[in-house]
């Protein structure tokens, strides 16, 4: 399995080239520009041509995502800790190892496109827009948690974020809907639906697919390959792997998934098939989660250590970009640093304020609230049996529905 995985990451490790460029903006945003330059390794395509590899953005743009992936690594690192505490209770699967696609689709895109995604959400969730203290006061079943404490790990949503989705693949018959309702609507706006190797092979999936081609949806189907569906691999349960071809008919893109870079990119360029009227499109970003499937599992039964080691060590998203700052003089290590400690001392706070905040009370009317739209609710909603019936109007029981 190792020598596999060292196959695979050898080519992943290689470096982007990054330079400040100079002569294409004003004289403060001109020292501001750097031009990209990604491996050649970084892309495969599937009946289209890849992007280019040669791209321009800022320095602003490459510190934000390095902020922002160090951001949710600590909120999860956060997680794992008030997890052992029994501060978090319930099902709770964390990211670390896979930031880059929760951060790179985001600085890609704008807030009126639309993101669904798996229970593995709080990356996601944060990226959209939602403070740390409300994603873990979720994860806390406090009050003023993003879901009001009703929804934990797997349920959390924010504008423009249709979930944190438990049901595996539910979300992408979802996201081709999304997708349909940008286009309804006359938008210029896409959705990215993203689902894991293991969903994959679910048949919502390939009816989404067909939908999605039949109507022409701006949809970004997002595979994030990290090589396991609970615990097992995906070559154990996908007749094939190449997660980005087998729509089949619609045309797709590999993409490595830790390199940020290379993620910021392919999602910029998806964004932009759709919105050109190509239809959908397949991205098969490829990461790895260096812990368990939640926290429950340690992980380390249907994988080696030396395996999680590696890819630790030698394609971390963040330590990537870290290297790529440092090389190129776009930072330098105290700066760095000290970006590191702001990202621990706000998580350490926010992790303060959203374990000081209120549970939910315990007055009925907190649970027939969300039901349903508001102005769109039935008068009567049925409990667990007839006699459980309740009037919403009056919030009491009644007798029979
Ligand atoms: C329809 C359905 N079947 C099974 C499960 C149990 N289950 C939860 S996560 C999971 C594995 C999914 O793996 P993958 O899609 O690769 O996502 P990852 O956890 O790797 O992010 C399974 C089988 C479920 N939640 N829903
Ligand atoms: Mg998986």
Same mark, same amino acid.
């Given at each position: 399995m190792l020598s596999a995985v060292k196959r695979q990451t050898g080519l992943l490790r290689q470096a982007s080239m990054i330079r400040p460029i100079r002569g294409l903006a004003s004289a403060s945003e001109e020292s501001d520009l750097i031009e990209i330059e990604l491996p050649e390794t970084s892309f495969e395509g599937y009946n289209l041509d890849v992007p280019e590899l040669k791209f321009t953005t800022t320095k602003g743009n490459l510190l934000q995502m390095f902020k922002d992936m160090t951001t949710i690594r600590r909120m999860e690192m956060a997680c794992d800790a008030l997890y052992k505490a029994k501060k978090i209770w319930g099902f709770c699967h964390l990211s670390v190892g896979q930031e880059a696609i929760a951060v790179g689709i985001e600085n890609a895109i704008t807030k009126q496109d639309t993101v669904i995604t798996s229970y593995r959400c709080h990356g996601f969730t944060h990226m959209r827009g939602?403070?740390?203290?409300?994603i873990l006061a979720e994860l806390m079943g406090k009050r003023s948690g993003v879901s009001?404490?009703?929804?934990?790990?797997?349920?959390?949503?924010?504008?423009?974020?249709y979930g944190g989705n438990g049901i595996v693949g539910a979300q992408v018959p979802l996201g081709a809907g999304l997708a349909f309702a940008h286009q309804y609507k006359n938008e210029d706006n896409c959705n990215f639906a993203l689902y894991g190797d293991g969903a994959a092979n679910q048949g919502q999936v390939f009816e989404s697919y067909n939908m999605a081609k039949l109507f022409n949806l701006p949809v970004v189907f997002c595979c994030e390959n990290n090589r396991y569906g609970m615990g097992t691999a995906a070559s154990r349960a996908s007749a094939s792997t190449e997660y980005f071809k087998r729509a089949g008919y619609i045309p797709g893109?590999?993409?490595? =998934?830790?390199?940020? #870079?290379?993620?910021?990119?392919?999602? &910029?360029?998806? &964004?932009?098939?759709?919105?050109? =009227?190509?239809?959908? #499109?397949?991205?098969?970003?490829?990461?790895?989660?260096?812990?368990g499937h939640s926290i429950s599992d340690p992980g380390t039964t249907y994988r080696t250590r030396e395996e999680i080691q590696h890819m630790r060590s030698k394609n971390d998203p963040i330590a990537g970009l870290k290297m790529?700052?440092?090389?190129?003089? #776009?930072?330098?290590?105290?700066? #760095? &640093?000290?970006?590191?400690?702001?990202?621990?001392?706000?998580?350490d706070e926010q992790v303060e304020l959203a374990d000081s905040s209120s549970a939910p009370g315990h007055e009925p009317a907190l649970l027939f609230e969300d039901v349903y739209l508001k102005g769109t609710g039935i008068p009567r909603l049925r409990g667990r049996t007839v006699n459980e019936t309740w009037d919403l109007e009056n919030l009491k029981h009644v007798p029979r529905y």
């Open positions: 939602s403070p740390v203290k409300d009001y404490g009703k929804g934990g790990s797997m349920h959390m949503y924010t504008t423009g974020f893109l590999k993409v490595n =998934g830790m390199d940020i #870079l290379a993620v910021y990119q392919a999602s &910029k360029f998806a &964004k932009d098939w759709c919105l050109s =009227g190509n239809g959908p #499109l397949v991205l098969e970003y490829e990461t790895y989660r260096y812990g790529n700052m440092l090389q190129l003089g #776009l930072a330098n290590e105290e700066e #760095l &640093k000290a970006y590191e400690k702001a990202a621990r001392k706000y998580v």
